[in-house]
């Protein structure tokens, strides 16, 4: 197994054909392709060129749906919210990815900190 294939596991492999995505979600596989030209979702496509979807294309078109059906939210509305969320979820990774680092570099450069009532070292009483 190589690292693509590693890659491809989970909810990003692609696996669904424009029907059954359709089918899961409940819409016409029109309305996926028109999404798809709109800007919304991008399935991957096999050597043959046939879209296939992945549990997260699966996933972000029920975001979709949910946003345009039950939140009145037209489609342009529909993709600045689904961009938003992809920022704010990459922004959450590299502040926790950064948090890490500053720990790691703390831990590294300060000393560790003592308990209340610990006797401190080198320090001297005045008299």
Known sequence: ???????????????YVISVAARIVGMHAQTLRYYERAGLLKPSRSQGRIRL???ADINRLRQIQRLI???GVNLAGAEVIMRMNQRIQEMAEEMERLRGELQRLRDRHLPQPRPPGHPQEGIRDGG
């Open 1 to 15: 197994m190589n690292e693509r294939d590693d890659d491809l596991r989970g909810e990003d492999r692609p696996c």
């Open 53 to 55: 979807y992945s549990m």
């Open 69 to 71: 059906n039950d939140l």
